[in-house]
């Protein structure tokens, strides 16, 4: 296919690619090489890495690292992946209307999104876990909630400029209705834009989800990255690698989705294909 | 007769692994003192990279000059350093380009961009720099130089900006102007009045003036000598009066008989069956206002616009950009709405009709629109663009794919294009299928908002042959949009003349050129660039040649 | 003459437009507080240990819990004009009080990381564009692209570890040394040196993301006809670049800026509980520890005002710099 021979010819998006597809299985083998829960004590105390059997040492209270990273993977890949579709999801179906309607509709939809501009988003979420109280669904409703402005400003562009494409309006001189026209017609030309938006959002939704559980609000039945270098910092001058290693794993795959973000958008944008 | 500039051999190179090597092949071309020398040729053809290369300004590092010599007064730019070449423009050689509003800088105002004309390439103190900048626009004739000084680009209007960007040119008094398609993107009264001064400060200066244009009209009002480019090769070169009257080449023959003259045609005989009946037809914008903008301004983007169409006829609609000719065909198929008048298909008044009233009307009158790029959607398969008409009136698949082959026939179409892409076709096929999408529903009116100003004159004389062609053969009845007068007096039998909303006047295109009523129709026609040479005694030329 | 006029005009649409802004986010963090499970009366009844219903009810009656919603709203909306956001009752304080005494060091750290982010991100993208597709854009290409997937409080927990457990060059936590007692000159150098990890901390996410920016759109800009048109003047590529490419890519940069004040505020809750840097975000943090919501909504308000004051001072100086906003 054309597309992924576009998407192959850029090497740091392969590359992002491969690092993601990693992450993946580990995410989905973690019960089979460590079938403990990651919140067991499971040995010897604050051994550094490579000791004791913990191959990237454990913490204050004997859990391995290692262990937690692994299972900490799918936390954060599940939350950034359903965070991503309500935000989406919410935000295209606001942004189509407003862009397509206009007027009051419109209006509405500008004024929310300012507002969600003023409002420190970061805060936003931390007072509505806060408020529904730390859980998965809580997680993914809060980092939802402070992320489909962005995709509806995105798909509202969108429709406002190809609403006025001389194509639609010879749909609308053949008496087409509205419905059809904003899903048969408009949709398909920004699903692009939408797709790149949509891969950014995953990788800033599990920084948002490590950000929470960091400071503590994150499920307490469920092992994250963030809540690892929260229990870890104040063993910052003694153990090192608690903090250490989970911050390399949100990092290597913040960075990768970045990077297959960044492909898809060169690969699906056309006037950029021009110019390469 | 000094000569200014020899271009020797001139070969414009391509990125490699492009369809063509060189956007320009073995050119060679000269330019005397005080002469204005008309490049001319179709999009592609290569003439404005044969411009900008004489600066050297070609978009690096892609496109180069591969090999040749641009010889100015002895002197070869083409193996000129970046130092050498940075003296020389602005102050030897200067150029204006087609779009004044982004050639300019928006957020630098039009007096300190001529500034730094004289500020880096003289020494001058900053009051003689001022004043010589009010003399310049003053040249140019813009009206309050010492405002317009002080403005930014977007203040002025499009022929303003093209004056001041003249001003800025001939600042220095350059030895060669370098005109890129300057009056493409300006109405034709103003596009007239530019030429005027182009030519006008040229005989002051003795400038020479290479001028990039595609339309032969312009090049018969400005040129000395001419030459036509075509896919990078210069097919034919003369002056003015030898390439005009008695081109030798082919491509320049047919490009020629393609202009369309500006003698109408024979009128036909009109139809006494009304089909269309439009009356007092008014539309407004409120422009401006606001809680702080200041008083709302009210515009007529329509005034009580009354005309009527008969079965068969062609009615064009003429105007400037802003008058008001493309809200009208809007209106009619009712993708704006007016709010006061009627119009009438038979005894049905649309004007007031909501959308479900309007649907069983709508397949009554279809539209072709301008652009053959935005109007086709990039997603869809042809075939599905034609069929989705009938198909939501009712036809069965089958009876849609059926309907849509044939369509493709007429409009000269392979059936291989039901299942393609737009993007795999040309501009003039795009065009095709939209009219095509058009006619699938069987309208009694065909509403065409300047369906071929996107288009090489080549292909527009194609797209007009089968508009009429299917004119007659389904008995259609015809709006016909323009800008151009050339146009409207080969297809239409009846004009209206519109100005700022108002239709300042209507009647048969033959009277209509023949004796203008309006003040404002005498001025446009007389406005339309090359009015001397291309009627129809000047056309046989080329083929009895 | 005219011009002032104008831009004073725009100023003034502005803050017009503004007041509806503040309205909703008052409103939502009404709702927000009516969300949270229990009221005032709840959280005064948990600290007193037991109270009978009927004191309860008592109570709700002097707060004025028992009017409808409409009416609440009302109340609520008149306490914020008159700077009352209730009561901390762990804090034993009002709200505004402590909202206002970390005011201070909230607003030092986001100015020193406006000027560093922007200031960098600017320079690092002019380069990047200049450069382009050499080392130089490559080696900030990279280190745009790594610091913009990096989770904040990681990296002031790496810098803690490597500045000031290692090397020993900045402290750990904190604003000043309050045990040194220092003075005047003495103190400003103190604040500055914990100031200096904290600052760097926050600003590398949105030094990244003006680097991007700035660089993306120094060579939009450099595509642009204007640029072939002073080409054409024969101006030197350093003047092209400086005066009429720089202004125009300068403009998406600006907005970038005013957008991101929001998001710089959610980042300071971290950085300011990683290196207990005793301003708002740190409040913030101790008040989401206490569950003492009716604190953080009294944040959360007070930020977003501040968020608005910012765009506005962004507004103004976009006005300066596009001579077009005047026609909006």
């Known amino acids: ?17 491969v690092i993601l597809v990693s992450i993946l299985l580990m995410a989905i083998s973690a019960p089979l090489f460590f079938p403990a829960d990651p919140f067991s004590l499971v040995g010897q105390s604050m051994s550094p890495p490579g000791q004791n059997g913990f191959l990237l040492g454990s913490d204050s209270l004997g859990r391995d690292v290692a262990a937690g990273i692994a299972h900490g993977a799918k936390t954060s890949l599940l939350i950034g992946l359903l965070a991503t579709l309500v935000a989406v999801f919410v935000g295209v179906i606001m942004g189509a209307l407003a862009g397509y309607y206009g007027g009051l509709v419109d209006n509405l939809l500008m004024r929310t999104t300012e507002m969600f501009q003023t409002i420190p988003s970061f805060l936003f979420a931390i007072l509505l876990v806060a408020i529904m109280k730390p859980s998965i669904n809580s997680i993914v409703i809060a980092i939802a909630v402070v992320s489909w402005p962005a995709v509806a400003r995105l798909v509202r562009g969108e429709f406002l400029s190809l609403r006025n494409r001389e194509f639609v309006q010879a749909c609308h001189t053949l008496g087409m209705g509205d419905i059809r026209i904003m899903l048969g017609e408009i949709l398909p030309n920004c699903l692009s834009p939408i797709i790149v938006i949509g891969s950014l959002m995953v990788a800033s939704a599990i920084l948002i989800e490590s950000g929470l559980a960091f400071l503590g609000l994150g499920d307490p039945n469920i092992m994250s990255w963030g809540f690892q270098i929260g229990a870890g910092r104040t063993l910052l001058r003694s153990a090192w690698w608690v903090c ?6 949100i990092l290597l795959t913040v960075l990768a989705i970045n990077l297959v973000g960044e492909g898809l958008n060169d690969a699906l944008n056309p006037r950029l294909r021009e110019h390469s | 007769m000094t000569r200014l500039l020899e271009i020797k051999d001139l070969h414009v190179g391509l990125p490699a692994g492009g369809q063509r090597k060189f956007a320009v092949e ?41 090999k040749g010599q641009v010889n100015f007064l002895g002197e070869d730019l083409a193996a000129a350093s970046e130092a050498r070449l940075r003296k020389i423009r602005g102050s030897e050689i200067s150029m204006i380009f087609q ?33 010589r900048a009010l003399e310049l626009l003053h040249d140019v004739q813009l009206p309050e130089p010492e405002q317009a000084l002080a403005a930014y680009p977007h203040q002025l209007s499009g022929g303003q900006r093209q004056r001041a960007m003249i001003a800025m040119a001939l600042a220095l008094d350059p030895k060669i102007l370098i005109a890129d398609e300057p009056t493409t993107a300006l109405d034709v009264t103003t596009q007239a009045q530019v030429l005027r001064l182009i030519k006008q400060m040229q005989k002051t200066h003795g400038t020479g003036v290479v001028f990039i244009t595609h339309d032969f009209g312009v090049v018969a009002d400005i040129a000395d000598r001419v030459a036509v480019m075509q896919n990078g090769l210069v097919v034919e070169t003369g002056t003015t009066d030898e390439v005009l009257r008695k081109p030798t080449h082919p491509y320049t023959q047919a490009l020629m008989a393609a202009v369309p003259s500006l003698l109408p045609r024979a009128a036909r005989p009109r139809s006494d069956k009304t089909v269309l009946r439009v009356n007092g037809l008014t539309k407004t914008y409120s422009g401006g206002g606001g809680l702080f903008g200041g008083k709302a301004r009210v515009v007529h983007a329509a005034k009580e616009v009354t005309f009527d169409l008969t079965r068969g006829e062609t009615l064009g609609i003429v105007g400037e950009s802003g008058s008001g000719k493309s809200t009208v065909a809007r209106c009619i198929v009712r993708l704006n709405d007016a709010e006061a008048g009627e119009i009438l298909l038979g005894d049905a008044d649309l004007r007031p009709l909501g959308r479900a009233a309007m649907r069983p009307h709508r397949a009554q009158i279809q539209m072709v629109f301008q652009d053959p790029f935005a109007s086709l959607n990039p997603r869809s398969k042809v075939g599905r663009i034609i069929a989705q008409g009938p198909e939501l009136y009712g036809a069965s698949r089958s009876e849609a794919r059926d309907r849509a082959l044939e369509l493709l026939r007429i409009v000269g179409l392979d059936d291989r294009a039901y299942d393609r892409f737009p993007h795999e076709f040309s501009g003039g096929q795009r065009q095709r299928i939209g009219i095509a999408r058009a006619l699938a529903l069987e309208p009694k009116i065909l509403v065409a908002d300047e369906p071929v100003s996107a288009l090489d004159v080549s292909i527009q004389a194609q797209i007009l042959n089968l508009l009429e062609e299917i004119r007659d053969r389904m008995n259609l009845s015809m709006i016909f949009i323009t800008h151009d007068l050339r146009v409207a007096a080969q297809v239409c039998d009846r004009i209206a003349v519109m100005q700022r909303g108002e239709v300042v006047e209507i009647g048969p295109t033959a009277e209509l050129f023949a004796n203008p009523q309006h003040p404002y129709t005498a001025e446009l026609l007389a406005a339309v660039p090359g009015k001397g040479w291309f009627s129809a005694e000047n056309k046989s030329l080329p083929q009895t040649s | 003459m005219e011009s002032s006029k104008r831009r004073t005009r725009y100023v003034l649409k502005r803050l017009l437009q503004a007041i509806p802004i503040v309205l909703a986010i008052i409103v939502l963090n009404f709702f927000l507080l009516q969300m949270a499970e229990g009221d005032a009366v709840d959280v005064l009844a948990g600290e007193a240990g037991s109270a009978t219903p009927e004191y309860m009810a008592e109570l709700r009656e002097k707060f004025g819990l028992d009017q409808p919603l409409i009416i609440q709203l009302g109340v609520y909306l008149k306490n914020v004009v008159s700077l009352d956001l209730g009561y901390s009752f762990r804090h034993d304080m009002p709200v505004s009080q402590l909202v206002i005494d970390r005011f201070m060091p909230t607003l030092l750290l986001m100015t020193s990381t406006i000027l560093l982010a922007v200031g960098f991100g600017i320079v690092l993208g002019l380069i990047a564009a200049s450069g382009l597709n050499t080392w130089r854009d490559t080696v900030i290409s990279i280190f745009a692209l790594i610091t913009y997937a990096t989770p904040l409080f990681w990296v002031g927990l790496m810098l803690i570890v490597v500045f000031s457990l290692k090397l020993g060059w900045f402290p750990t936590s904190g604003m000043e040394n309050f045990s040194m007692f220092y003075h005047g000159w003495e103190r400003v150098v103190d604040i500055a040196q914990h100031l200096v990890l904290p600052t760097i901390t926050l600003s590398l996410f949105y030094l990244a993301l003006y680097t991007r920016l700035m660089r993306a759109s120094m060579l939009e800009q450099a595509g642009q006809d204007y640029v072939v048109t002073a080409r054409a003047k024969g101006l030197t590529e350093r003047r092209i670049v400086f005066v009429h490419v720089l202004r125009n890519a300068l403009l998406p940069v600006v907005t970038m800026a005013g957008v991101q004040v929001g998001a710089l505020i959610g980042g300071s809750v971290i950085v300011e509980s990683v290196f207990a840097w005793p301003g708002l975000g740190m409040l913030a943090f101790e008040a989401l520890f206490a569950r003492d ?20 001072v962004v507004d103004i100086i976009y006005s300066t710099l596009d001579p077009r906003i005047e026609m909006a």
């Open chain 1, 244 to 249: 250490t290693f989970p911050g390399i794993a």
């Open chain 2, 99 to 131: 779009e004044p509003m982004t050639a300019l800088n928006p957020v630098m105002t039009i007096g300190n961009q001529i500034d730094e004309v004289f500020r880096f390439h003289k020494k001058m103190p900053g009051t003689e720099r001022r004043s």
């Open chain 1, 1 to 17: 296919m054309e597309f992924w021979k576009l998407f192959a010819r850029n090497r740091s998006a392969v590359m992002g690619m």
């Open chain 2, 26 to 66: 073995a050119t060679n071309l000269h330019l005397d003192a005080n002469e204005i020398l008309c490049v001319v040729g179709e999009s592609g053809s290569g003439k404005s990279l044969t411009a900008r290369a004489i600066m050297g300004l070609l978009p690096k590092p892609h496109v180069h000059i591969a």
């Open chain 3, 293 to 312: 919501l009716n604190l953080l909504l009294g944040i959360f308000l007070l930020s977003a005002l501040l968020v608005v004051a910012v765009n506005l």
